[in-house]
Structures are given as structure tokens and as C-alpha cells.
């Protein structure tokens, strides 16, 4: 148990979570504070594995994982996804693809609120960010940050990701210099920074835990603890946050100044929930007392469904050998231990890609048809925003199927596009009150036909660029596995039969919590991240995205965890 059953701020959720971190070593930096920040899985990285970038599959399914399934789906012809969640300190930033994507500056214009404007987000994203450059990155130093805990480097390509570049380029995604940190080209190819150090995770526990010298507060780290619910104290209509209650203890842990709340997409809204915050009717339907009616908790969810039809190749382009041939995995652990070095020490993603789709569109009747907004397309895109993220692996997936990996000293590489603005909206409900059963998640993916229609055409232009482009036309050999036959489609029907047997996260969830104007009767906070009709009681996460971004939101997840600590500094009166 904690030291003090007191503290100015408590940090809490499922688990300490990416943002959680960073809030919580945020006000720490404050002497003045008494900071708890609740953890639901093991404090910090006593496991290699965590640390090693290219070896998250080991954990998922495990007890560092929260083991979330989406519910099964008729539009995924039945299937339930697996939704691999963090279960440890830094939450999924322990877990993920180690990508530094921003995302385009009108992402975040579209949030359409005050103090989180794209320009404002990108600050926020430097301010996170330690770059250090390699020789011959097309990053410039201006465009990134220098003094903040997250380091930020650039990936060494296998070769089969240069010829995918020079794919790119020859199907008119030109090369474009550290696109996918400036925020402002929607149609293109270049490379992606890793959250990367010396051939280890940078995860959020990691970068902002590790350097106790910044430090200078009372921050107490609670692990293996799991969060009841947020007790609620008031009455005639004014309400506070005053503590939380945690599993095996009777008596509350209390804040002076403020919780935030840091659980993540799926936890966020399970815990406002359980604390009788949220729909009145899905409280009272598990016997929680309903404190106030906010009926946008736990809906708005999104996130990128993602399409990774796979290739074989001739030898020496792939990391393979590393890998799922004979001995391979057990060499590259051993290099990576001696040398930090090889397969583990970086996530084997290669080049990077955002495309539009209108001119390959243009021939839909839905596409034609469809209603849209004045400067806006029928994804709710301006001409400033890519519809697709497009991406190579550099083996075989280690997420895909095992028993048809190619383990006989055959080469395969992945080509993933994922839906950037998807339609579709799911919900997070509560599957009972205690705390220990995991929430109902529902996707509630390609419901929209439009979903379908971009992502089938955004497969049909991969197929493209791998068959047909310069860089790889002349090293493909067909599809992986051989009996799949994809390599040969020619129209969107036959991409949807793909997607609906295949298709699966880019764990990217978002929005189940979210943040909107006064007027807006589904939003949950308001523009400084307070949960409405409650006093002292924040959401720092992806939750509170309105929108999502294009790509992977780890920078923009830094970025709403340092406005967050910064907007609880502003109003604490010394």
C-alpha cells in the first residue's frame, strides 16, 4: 500500500498507461506535489522482452496484456480481433511498433477546439521529443524536438524497404523529406522515426521514469493495484472528485487537488462507468448509482483497420533468416543480448507511405453519390489529408498465422494499408462492475460501406505498386501464402473477400472519452480535458481524441499528456 492514503494528484486507471506516465512524472517535476500514479501490471522493465523493439508478440496474449476482443463481427465474416493492450507501466507504449508519426496539422484543426490546434499539438509533440540524428536521415533537426525525455531516432531499412520506396516513387508517391513529421504533405512516401534508444524501447515509463533527476516532487508508484471506481462526493448539482477506490482495500485513497485519469480507450470509460459516470442506464444496469447522465461515455470509438496482404520475393531482401528460418530467432536473440544488435533491436516496419484515393475512386457510384461537406470529400477529408497509410514488413508478420510462416528458407515481406478516417463508430460498455472482468468492446468495424469501398481500393493500389512498381516488380514471385493468389486481383470485390477474412487493428483505438464544445450533448470533457459536471477530475489519453489522426498516435498521445500536466500546473494556486 501506498505511503501516504493523501496526495495532491492522483494518477490512475487500468494501468499507469503512455500519458499516465508522462503526467504523473510531469507534476513530479513540481517539489511541492504529493503524486500517486496507480498500476495495474508490474511497476517498470524488470522483462528483456519489453525492451526489446521488434519482440512485442511475446507479451500479447500473456499477463502483461489485457487480452481485450473485440466482439465477433458479420462484416469481418465472424471473426473477434484480438485488442492487445499494455498491461504495465507505460501501458501500450511498452507494447507498440515504436512509430513517431504526427499525423497531418488539419487532424487536429478538425478537433475544431480551442488550445488544440495542429500547430499547438505539434509543439507539444517536440516538447516530448530528444532527436538524435543518424548519418544520412532526411529528418531536420527544426522540425523535432531536442530536450525532452522521448528519444527519437531513424530506422536502418532491410532491403526489400528500399525497393519498396522505389516503388512508391514510380506509382506516383513521390519521396517526401521526414513526411510523417511535418504534418503537411497527404500524398507521398519517406521514412518514419522509431521511439528508439540505443537498440531499446523508448516506451513512456522508460523515457520519463528513468531520468529521476527531473524528479524533484514525491511521486509514489502503486503497482498490481487495480481502480474500482472514482469516488464522487456533492451535492445540489455540484460534484468533485475527492478519491479513488482501488480492488482490495476498503478505504479510499484521497486527492487534494485533482485525478487524472489515464486507462486508456478501453479502461477510461470502464472506470468513469463503474463510478456511476456515463449513460444512467448502463450504470444502473450493474447496479451503479448514476451520479450524472453524460450519455457520450464509452461511444465515439474508432480506430484504423488495417489490410496486410503478404508477397514472396527472391533471398536477400527480407529479414527472414533472422527470424522464422532454422536457428534464426535463437541467433538474433543472442546478438541482441551481446551486441544489441540484428532482428530485435529494431520493429521490423520498413518504408512509410500516405495516399489519396480520389482519381482511383472517381468511378464509384457510392463514392459519386454520397453526401459530403463544402471543401470535403465523403470521409469527411480535406484535399490536405491521406485517406490510406501504407507500409512494408520486413519479414513474414510474426502477428500472422505461425503455421504459415516461411520457415523452409522461403522469403515474404507484408504490405499494410490502414483506413485513416474510417466512418464507422463502436462503443466500450461494461460488462459487470467489478473491475477484474473486461469491458464489452465493439468496433463495430466496416459498418459503413464507404469503410469498405476506400480500403478495398487502397488494397487494389498496393497490389499495384508491389506487381507493377519499379522497385519490386522484377523481385516479387507471387503471393504469401501461394495458395491465397491475391498477387492476381484486379477489382474491389475481390479485395473485400480478403479484408472480411483477414483485416484486423492497427491498435489505434480512440475517442471513447472525448473532448467537444458546450453544444455538443456526446462530449464527455470539456477543451481542458475535465470531465463535465465534475469537478477535479481530468481524462488524459487517446479517449479524448474527437477525431482520429493519420497514423500511429503515440506522438499525439505524448503531446495531450504534456498540454494536460501543463494545464494542471496553470491552475494550481501556490
Not at 461537406?373 to 497509410?389: A, F, I, K, S, Y
Not at 495531450?560 to 494542471?568: L, R
Request: glycine residues 8%.
Amino acid at each position: 500500500m501506498a505511503e501516504h492514503i493523501t496526495y495532491d494528484y492522483i494518477v490512475c486507471g487500468y494501468s499507469g498507461g503512455t500519458a499516465g506516465c508522462v503526467v504523473a512524472a510531469r507534476l513530479a517535476e513540481n517539489p511541492k506535489f504529493h503524486v500517486l500514479l496507480i498500476e495495474a501490471g508490474s511497476a517498470m522493465d524488470a522483462n528483456m522482452v519489453s525492451r526489446m523493439p521488434a519482440d512485442l508478440t511475446t507479451m500479447m496474449g500473456t499477463a502483461q496484456d489485457w487480452n481485450i476482443t473485440n466482439q465477433p463481427l458479420a462484416s469481418l465474416d465472424g471473426r473477434a480481433v484480438r485488442l492487445n493492450t499494455g498491461k504495465r507501466l507505460g501501458g501500450t507504449s511498452a507494447f507498440s511498433a515504436t512509430l513517431c508519426i504526427r499525423g497531418m496539422r488539419q487532424d487536429y484543426d478538425d478537433w475544431d477546439i480551442d488550445g488544440w490546434t495542429g500547430d499547438e499539438m505539434f509543439q507539444y509533440m517536440s516538447k516530448a521529443e530528444l532527436f538524435i540524428p543518424k548519418p544520412g536521415s532526411d529528418a531536420r533537426s527544426e522540425d523535432h524536438g531536442s530536450e525532452g525525455p522521448l528519444q527519437t531516432t531513424s530506422h536502418d531499412p532491410m532491403p526489400i524497404s528500399d525497393a519498396v520506396l522505389r516503388s512508391f516513387q514510380s506509382m506516383s508517391l513521390p519521396l517526401v523529406p521526414d513526411l510523417f513529421s511535418t504534418g503537411l504533405t497527404p500524398n507521398g512516401s519517406g521514412h518514419v522515426l522509431r521511439s528508439i534508444t540505443i537498440a531499446n524501447r523508448c516506451s513512456s515509463s522508460a523515457a520519463y521514469f528513468l531520468k529521476d533527476d527531473r524528479l524533484k516532487g514525491d511521486l509514489v508508484i502503486m503497482p498490481n493495484t487495480l481502480v474500482e471506481k472514482i469516488e464522487i462526493a456533492g451535492s445540489n448539482g455540484i460534484l468533485r472528485a475527492v478519491g479513488v477506490k482501488v480492488k482490495g482495500s476498503d478505504r479510499p485513497i484521497y486527492a487534494r487537488e485533482e485525478i487524472i485519469l489515464s486507462a486508456g480507450v478501453y479502461g477510461s470509460p470502464a472506470v468513469l462507468l463503474r463510478s456511476g459516470i456515463g449513460p444512467a442506464s448502463e450504470a444502473e444496469r450493474h447496479g451503479v448509482h448514476s451520479k450524472i447522465h453524460l450519455p457520450g461515455v464509452g461511444q465515439n470509438l474508432m480506430d484504423h483497420m488495417m489490410a496486410s496482404p503478404m508477397y514472396e520475393v527472391v533471398g536477400g531482401l527480407t529479414s527472414d533468416f533472422q527470424y522464422w528460418h532454422p536457428g534464426g530467432r535463437d541467433m538474433s536473440r543472442a546478438d541482441y543480448i551481446q551486441h544489441k544488435a540484428c532482428y530485435f533491436s529494431q520493429f521490423p516496419f520498413g518504408t512509410f507511405a500516405y495516399a489519396r484515393l480520389d482519381e482511383r475512386l472517381s468511378n464509384s457510384s457510392l463514392w459519386n453519390t454520397s453526401q459530403r461537406e463544402e471543401g470535403r470529400d465523403p470521409m469527411g477529408l480535406t484535399p490536405q489529408q491521406p485517406h490510406v497509410e501504407i507500409w512494408n514488413t520486413e519479414n513474414y508478420s510474426p502477428k500472422a498465422p505461425a503455421d504459415l510462416a516461411p520457415t523452409s528458407g522461403e522469403h515474404a515481406f507484408g504490405m499494410c494499408v490502414a483506413l485513416l478516417s474510417p466512418r464507422s463508430r463502436g462503443q466500450v460498455a461494461l460488462q459487470s462492475s467489478d473491475p477484474t472482468a473486461n469491458p464489452i468492446v465493439d468496433h463495430n468495424y466496416l459498418h459503413d460501406p464507404l469503410d469498405m469501398l476506400v480500403l478495398s481500393e487502397a488494397c487494389q493500389m498496393v497490389n499495384d505498386i508491389v506487381v507493377k512498381g519499379e522497385g519490386t516488380k522484377n523481385l516479387v514471385k507471387g503471393s504469401w501464402p501461394r495458395f491465397l493468389q491475391h498477387h492476381n486481383h484486379t477489382s474491389r470485390g475481390q479485395w473485400e473477400h480478403f479484408i472480411r477474412r483477414s483485416a484486423s487493428t492497427s491498435y489505434h483505438p480512440a475517442g471513447t472519452c472525448k473532448m467537444g464544445s458546450d453544444d455538443d450533448p456526446m462530449a464527455v470533457l470539456d477543451s481542458q480535458l475535465q470531465v463535465r459536471g465534475v469537478q477535479c477530475l481530468r481524462v488524459a489519453d487517446a479517449s479524448v481524441m474527437p477525431k482520429l489522426i493519420s497514423g500511429a498516435p503515440q506522438m499525439a498521445i505524448y503531446a495531450i499528456a504534456e498540454k494536460a500536466a501543463d494545464m494542471i500546473k496553470a491552475e494550481y494556486v501556490y
